[in-house]
Structures are given as structure tokens and as C-alpha cells.
């Protein structure tokens, strides 16, 4: 079912690690072309486009756009009492981790009546994106609106596709866990809309007047949130007229583990990852060829009982995902800085000494007891992580995802005057004449 590729005994640069690595055949970027014309559709014919690509994509068409305030307030009361106790208390951990992501902003006194103060403000409106094609994410939700709200952020919005799946008063609206949880947290604006066109809705901002009173959602700073590779194509198309988190398209998780590993885990992990999506990437790297064997063997029974076992099928075959034989665990590390993970385990003896190894990642999991499902939902760490190797580069969804640095230049005259000279000098080297004078030019030239 998963396919094995054997570094053993081959000295490979990062450059060429990354040509033999597992990745999904269709790119963000290939990707791009797809939903370039999407978003100049809503760009151009704002809710009509969103409407009618909601019953394109999505199989329904929502009776308005903006969800109304009776049905979130419906969707919490309604909600299972076990299912609020589980978000309460990952609201609770998600909160006490994120809390302590706030920057300390501070003043740096370079001269007497001279200094920059380094200040920190909130961006002033986000869209945040919780998917729900093949399943519900309720957590996503927690995931994208607690750090915005401790950061500061006056006014945010969620989206989320509409469901024909629903009934009742809830047809053709986003799922009611998804608004419950909405609703749990102060959300109040909140949109029955998926996928890219979702993404350039909140890019562009729309009027919607299907209802007679006219419904307006303005444009947003920051588009922020998890899904597949469509809505992270979509970002980086509009990148730019928006500010994003990253590009969070369909999951990963690479497991290394060594012979200390239990393969029932492993598989379990495996698993886990691949149910999300056929394009979710399931990655384990070991030095053990035992385990390699045992955890296919496992993999192969457990991807047949599962729940959703077509769907693991196909992320299991596809090309997004092997078993990557390696020499050792020093290997096995490049194998793991070279790929990037969104999720990255370590199932190795002296796991959390190993993981002061590893440079890039969207999260570690340290240990036998510390699997990718806890992240999704109660670790209180944030599951919306960077994919596809832009873990290199990128950082998951944080408080710091929601504020800007804003360098505030404070001087006075004695101030200014003391560092002219140099001023001068720098302008002249540059050949930049005038931004000398205009310094000079308020001491009299």
C-alpha cells in the first residue's frame, strides 16, 4: 500500500533529499491556475459569484450568506453537552498556551530626548477559514479565533462551506458544532461560504442584498486558517491584497522512530493524518527495517477496518506518502530538516533531547505519548501549521500572527542634531543628497 524509499548508504545533499522525498503530484502552484478565475469572479460579482460557487462547489446554496445570530445562539444550545465540555476546555489550554506568545513592547533611549519605542498593535480586521468538506472542525475554530482575540483583534469574521448535509432550520448553512463553537467564543459574523471563493470574499469584501436589507462584509487585513490545497492556492494568489498565516493545505505527518517504537502506534499516527484527505501525506523515516515491516503490516489492517478506509487508501498510495529507510537517526534528522513537516513525531529513544535538533517543522511531538491528534485538539499548542515544506520558512498560526510591529521614531532637537553629521555623511555616500537636507535644513542649513 505505502511505498518504501531506500536512502540507506547514500550521502545525499538537501538539495537532492528534497528531489527524493514524497510530495503530492499537484502543487499550490499548479493549483493557483485553477482558482485564479474563481477569485476574479467575486472580485468582479461579489455575493452572486459566492452564491453561485457554493452551489457549484458545494452542492447548495446557502439561504444568505451571513449566518443569522438565532442560529448560532440555536447551534450552542443544541450542542452535546460532552462536545462543549471537550471545546471549553480546549478554549481553556489553547488560551493558557497562546497568552504567553504575547511580545513585550519596550522604548530604546539612544540620546536624551532621542528613542524608539517598539510597539506591537493587533491587525485591524481577519478572516479566519475553518474548513468542513470531509469533515467537521469545530477546533479550527478555537485554533484561528483565540489568538486573534488575545491579540487584540477588533473585528473578525469566520468562514466555513455551507452543508446540504444539514437539515431543518441549519440547511445550506455551515455545520451547527462549527457555529457552536462560533458562538461559544463571541463570534458573531460568521459566513456560509468554502474553498478559494471563501478566501477572495474576504479578500475583496462583498454586498449581499438576496435578503432586501443589504448585508455588507468588508475586506480583511489577514486571511488565516487551515485547508486543502485550493484555499492555499488561493492565498498566495491574493498574497499581497492580504496578508496570510501560510499556506496550510492538506496535512502531513512525518513519524521518525527507531527500533524503540511501537508500530501500533506508528500505524495508528499514520492513520490519523491520511483520514483528513487522499491528499494528506503520511511520512515515516527509520533506521529500522523491523519496524518499517511491522508498521506496513499494520497500516494494511488498520486502513481496512478504519472508518473512512477509501479515502486512507488513497492518501496512503499516493504519492505523498512512503516509508523512507535511512541509515541512522543522524540521517533520519536530514531526512526530517530536508522535508519540513506540518507535523513532525519523534518516537526515538531520547526524543526530547533529539528534538533540539530539529530546524524545521510546524510542531514537534516528543515521545511515545505525545500523538498529532493531541495537537489537533487539547495540547493547547495551534494545529494551523504550515505544509509542503514552507515549514522551512513559515510559523504555525500564533499571536504573533495577528500583530504587527510598529517602530515609533521619538527626537528632539538636541537629539537630532547630535547624530546630523553622520546623517549627512550616509546621504552623501549614497548619493541621496537631499535626504541630508532635510536634516540640515531644519538647523539652518
Not at 140 to 148: G, I, K, L
Not at 307 to 322: E, I
Request: proline share 6%; hydrophobic share 45%; charged share 20%.
Amino acid at each position: 500500500m505505502i511505498a518504501t524509499i531506500d536512502l540507506r548508504g547514500r550521502a545525499l545533499t538537501p538539495r537532492e533529499l528534497r528531489s527524493l522525498l514524497p510530495r503530492a503530484e499537484l502543487d499550490v502552484a499548479s493549483a493557483v491556475e485553477t482558482v485564479r478565475p474563481l477569485c476574479e469572479d467575486v472580485r468582479r460579482r461579489g455575493a452572486e459569484a459566492l452564491y453561485d460557487l457554493a452551489e457549484r462547489f458545494d452542492g447548495v446554496r446557502p439561504p444568505s450568506l451571513r449566518v443569522p445570530a438565532r442560529l448560532l445562539a440555536a447551534a450552542l444550545e443544541g450542542l452535546d453537552p460532552q462536545v462543549r465540555e471537550a471545546l471549553e476546555e480546549a478554549v481553556r489550554r489553547t488560551k493558557a498556551v497562546h497568552e504567553r506568545q504575547l511580545p513585550e513592547g519596550g522604548t530604546v533611549r539612544l540620546d536624551e530626548g532621542g528613542h524608539v519605542e517598539n510597539r506591537w498593535v493587533p491587525v485591524d480586521r481577519v478572516g479566519l477559514y475553518v474548513p468542513g468538506g470531509r469533515a467537521v472542525y469545530p477546533s479550527s475554530v478555537v485554533m484561528n479565533v483565540v489568538p486573534a482575540q488575545i491579540a487584540g483583534v477588533g473585528s473578525l469574521a469566520v468562514a466555513s462551506p455551507p452543508q446540504r448535509e444539514n437539515g431543518g432550520e441549519f440547511a445550506g448553512y455551515p455545520h451547527p458544532t462549527v457555529l457552536a463553537a462560533c458562538a461559544l467564543l463571541g463570534v458573531e459574523e460568521v459566513y456560509a461560504m468554502g474553498g478559494a471563493q471563501a478566501v477572495a470574499g474576504f479578500a475583496h469584501g462583498f454586498t449581499d442584498t438576496s435578503g432586501g436589507e443589504p448585508v455588507e462584509c468588508a475586506p480583511v487585513s489577514l486571511v488565516t486558517g487551515p485547508g486543502n490545497i485550493y484555499v492555499a492556492a488561493a492565498k498566495r494568489h491574493l498574497k499581497g491584497l492580504i496578508g496570510i498565516d501560510a499556506e496550510a493545505g492538506p496535512t502531513e505527518i512525518m513519524v521518525l522512530a527507531d527500533d524503540t517504537a511501537d508500530p501500533v502506534h506508528v500505524a495508528a499516527d499514520l492513520i490519523s493524518q491520511a483520514e483528513h484527505d487522499p491528499q494528506a501525506a503520511s511520512v515515516l523515516v527509520t533506521p529500522s527495517a523491523a519496524l518499517a515491516d511491522a508498521v506496513a503490516a499494520e497500516v494494511a489492517q488498520r486502513a481496512a477496518a478504519t472508518k473512512h478506509s477509501v479515502r486512507v487508501t488513497q492518501a496512503l498510495s499516493g504519492p505523498q506518502s512512503a516509508v523512507v529507510l535511512v541509515d541512522d537517526l543522524d540521517a533520519g534528522l536530514a531526512v526530517v530538516n530536508a522535508y519540513g513537516a506540518e507535523h513532525l513525531e519523534l518516537q526515538t529513544r531520547e526524543a526530547a533531547s533529539l528534538s533540539t535538533r530539529v530546524r524545521n517543522a510546524g510542531a514537534v511531538f516528543v515521545g511515545a505519548f505525545a500523538p498529532v491528534s493531541l495537537g489537533d485538539y487539547l495540547a493547547g499548542s495551534n494545529h494551523v501549521l504550515p505544509t509542503g515544506g514552507c515549514a522551512c520558512h513559515s510559523s504555525g498560526l500564533s499571536v504573533h500572527s495577528f500583530l504587527r510591529s510598529m517602530q515609533v521614531v521619538d527626537y528632539g532637537s538636541r537629539a537630532l542634531q547630535g547624530v546630523a553629521e553622520r546623517v549627512v555623511a550616509l546621504a552623501q555616500a549614497e548619493d541621496l543628497p537631499a535626504h541630508g537636507e532635510a536634516v540640515t535644513a531644519r538647523f539652518g542649513e
